[in-house]
């Protein structure tokens, strides 16, 4: 007979079971495979192969299924048939005896992240917080400062040249700059 399941046609078998009729479900014929591609390929076994292969058989057997012990016991299905009994007695169901979980070590997030700062601070040059001194002075100064527009350069006239002496260690510069010009020094970085 044919039927259709799951938006197929599939074939099917009907016949008695018992006071009941069942449909047993059969494969078309381009379904089957032949047992001859599922077959392993010829080959060449030795006789240590095959006693090698004989003695792990022998080690790995029992005679009897009640030597196996506990592994043959459904543990799951014995604990679920325990918490449904438990619920229609309306009881709580025992505890299960099993193996505790390994718990890992605690971390101090913050003493991790303390860490990790003052390590990056360290590759940077930074010393407990504060920057390296400056290499021309000594003084202590951002490495990096935000990008400025570009100076103007004094013209003859002017009173003070722009931003001249806003910091002790811009205005230790520009006197030494100002010593060199004297001197008749060129002046660079």
Request: net charge negative.
């Amino acid at each position: 007979m044919k039927y259709a399941l799951r938006g197929r046609e599939r074939l099917g078998l009907l016949r008695p079971l018992g006071d009941a009729l069942a449909v047993q479900g059969l494969h078309w014929g381009d379904e089957i495979r032949s047992p001859a591609e599922l077959a392993p390929p010829d080959v060449d076994v030795t006789e240590q192969e095959i006693e090698g292969a004989l003695a792990l058989m022998d080690t790995m057997a029992v005679e009897h299924l009640d030597d196996l012990g506990d592994i043959l016991t459904d543990h799951y299905t014995e604990a679920l048939v325990e918490v449904i009994s438990a619920k229609a007695e309306h009881r709580e169901p025992a505890p299960v005896a099993g193996e505790e979980a390994a718990s890992a070590p605690v971390v101090d997030l913050m003493a991790a992240l303390e860490a990790s700062v003052a390590k990056a601070k360290e590759s940077r040059g930074e010393i407990g917080g504060t920057r390296r001194p400056c290499t021309r002075c000594r003084s202590r100064r951002r490495r990096r400062r935000p990008r400025r527009p570009p100076r103007r350069r004094p013209r003859p006239g002017d009173a003070d040249p722009p931003d001249a002496g806003t910091g002790e260690c811009q205005a230790n510069h520009l006197n030494f700059n100002a010593g060199l010009a004297s001197e008749g020094q060129p002046i660079g970085r």
